[in-house]
């Protein structure tokens, strides 16, 4: 069974604090990516990322894709409250067809 | 450019009747997936669609469920007859997989509530 296991489930924080979630995997994924997701909203992309060792950066967030492709990272430095909401991995492997695997997602709140 | 349109956003039936989801996914999008979100089990991949085929269903829960896509730019999500657990927010996403990334672009969700 494919499974992306995201750590921590919940997190709150201080406006102004830095936070990394995490996203694990025993797979290995040709791709990964990250969403987030607003009440009552669908998930928006983020980012995606694809070589081993990777590291995007967006702004104040910061991915990285683990050298064997199995684990991802989202760091966020000085967090706002703008930054609430729901933080959804996703793993794709080539021969599904576009089928993701997603993470359970970590729900972030920031209070000002 | 509009992007992934869902109706209704929010539906309210009672147990035992037919409920249909409609979804148009982005113009020339080759790749449909429709999903059910609730707090207990997150997001879950019902079936999705390749070129208006449906490649994958193992995540339909039973024969109660069923999609069709009957061309590229339309899908419906029919549940019938439905049962209160049934209650969720369901997305439809579109994917155009020229380079093998799979992205998805989710569309704003139907709330479904069956009393």
């Known amino acids: 069974t494919q499974l992306l296991e995201q750590s921590p489930q919940f997190l709150s924080i201080q406006e102004g604090e830095n936070l990394t979630v995490y996203c694990n995997s025993s797979?290995?994924?040709?791709?990964l990516q990250w969403y987030r997701q607003e009440p009552g909203e669908g998930p928006v992309l983020l980012v995606t990322?694809?070589?081993?060792?990777e590291v995007k950066k967006l702004k104040r967030l910061t991915f990285q894709f683990g050298d064997a492709r199995k684990d991802s990272s989202l760091h966020i430095t000085a967090a706002q409250p703008g930054d609430t909401g729901l933080y959804l991995c996703?793993?794709?492997?080539?021969?599904?067809?576009?089928?993701?695997?997603f993470g359970q997602g970590t729900e972030l709140s920031v209070k000002p | 450019d509009a992007g992934v349109i869902q109706s209704p956003r929010h539906e309210v039936t009672e147990m035992g009747q037919e409920v249909t989801l409609r979804c148009k996914p982005i113009?020339?999008?080759?790749?449909l997936f429709w999903y059910r979100q609730t707090m207990m089990r997150g997001l879950e991949l019902l079936i999705y669609?390749?070129?208006?085929?449906?490649?994958?269903d193992s995540g339909m829960p039973e024969d109660r469920f069923s999609a069709k896509m009957p061309n590229a730019s339309f899908s419906t999500l029919k549940i019938q007859p439905s049962e209160p657990r049934d209650s969720a927010v369901y997305f439809c996403?579109?994917?155009?997989?020229?380079?093998?990334?799979?992205?998805?672009?989710f569309g704003p969700g139907t709330r479904l509530t069956v009393t």
């Open positions: 996403a579109s994917s155009l997989n020229p380079l093998g990334f799979y992205e998805q672009y």
């Open positions: 797979s290995v994924f040709s791709s």
């Open positions: 990322v694809v070589t081993g060792g």
């Open positions: 996703a793993g794709a492997r080539g021969n599904q067809g576009g089928k993701l695997i």
């Open positions: 113009s020339g999008h080759n790749s």
């Open positions: 669609f390749n070129n208006n085929v449906p490649i994958d």
